[in-house]
């Protein structure tokens, strides 16, 4: 357990217990805290952030061990715990690069022109194609962030709040591109096989796309939801505003 020794915390009294520090614990913990609640936090691992979390690999070499790059983290725990005050820095990625086992390779920067003229080593047509199915996704999620910090509804027992809400959904995805409201059934009800062949010609655009859609999922490409990760990406690509995703200062357990 991190923080107090035991016998410091024996016969105390708290409002909110936490049970777990990594980072989504560390997060509800900050809130309660803030909100006036006397909040402990129990982890029993010496070191707190669960996957966020920076270790010395080798003497004197530390490194993010697991979570990588600061990139779902919602801009509003970061101005309501204050985490740029106490540190939080980011040094934003510029691009990304996709190594086949074949020898082919994908860069993509942040620059159109440096975009279109790597895609076009492949094909043709799939630059077009992705700037638009990035339009699209865009729109999609866009639709989803409305319900981003919706608290979801019951399971049973359907309240006022919970059929405004759904109105208000019903109503903004009303609004949006008829291509924006197929692709999001598609993401939510297909496969990621299904989309990115749908989209892409080139087997390398398709590769560079697919790592993409299920990283972080392990999902087979074929199971019915395996795309659902492009509207949380495109949620918070639409929400980081001028935090754009990259590499915290520090590692991620800073």
Known sequence: MAGPEPDAIRGATYDAIVVGGGHNGLTAAAYLAK??????????????????????????????????????????????????RHGYAVVPVEGSLMLAGDGRELLLTNDPVQQQQAVGAYSNSDFRQMERFHELVGEAASVARGQWLREPPPLSGLRLEDAVGA???????????????????????????????????????????????????????????????????????????????????????A
């Open 35 to 84: 909100a006036g609640l006397k909040t402990i936090v129990l982890e029993r691992r010496g070191i707190v952030g669960g996957a966020a979390v920076t270790e010395e690999i080798h003497p004197g070499f530390r490194t993010s061990t697991l979570s990588y790059v600061s990139a779902l983290l919602n801009p509003q725990i970061i101005d309501d715990l204050e985490l740029e």
């Open 167 to 253: 109105f208000e959904f019903a109503r903004a995805l009303r609004k949006t591109d008829n291509d924006a409201r197929q692709l999001l059934m598609r993401i939510m009800t297909g496969t990621a096989k299904q989309i990115i062949e749908r989209w892409y010609t080139s087997e390398t655009i398709r590769l560079y796309h697919a790592s993409n859609i299920v990283i972080g999922s392990y999902a087979s490409m074929d199971a019915p939801g395996s795309a659902v990760s492009l509207i949380r990406y495109g949620v918070q690509a639409a929400a980081t505003n001028k935090r754009p995703w990259g590499v915290v200062k520090g590692g991620m357990g």
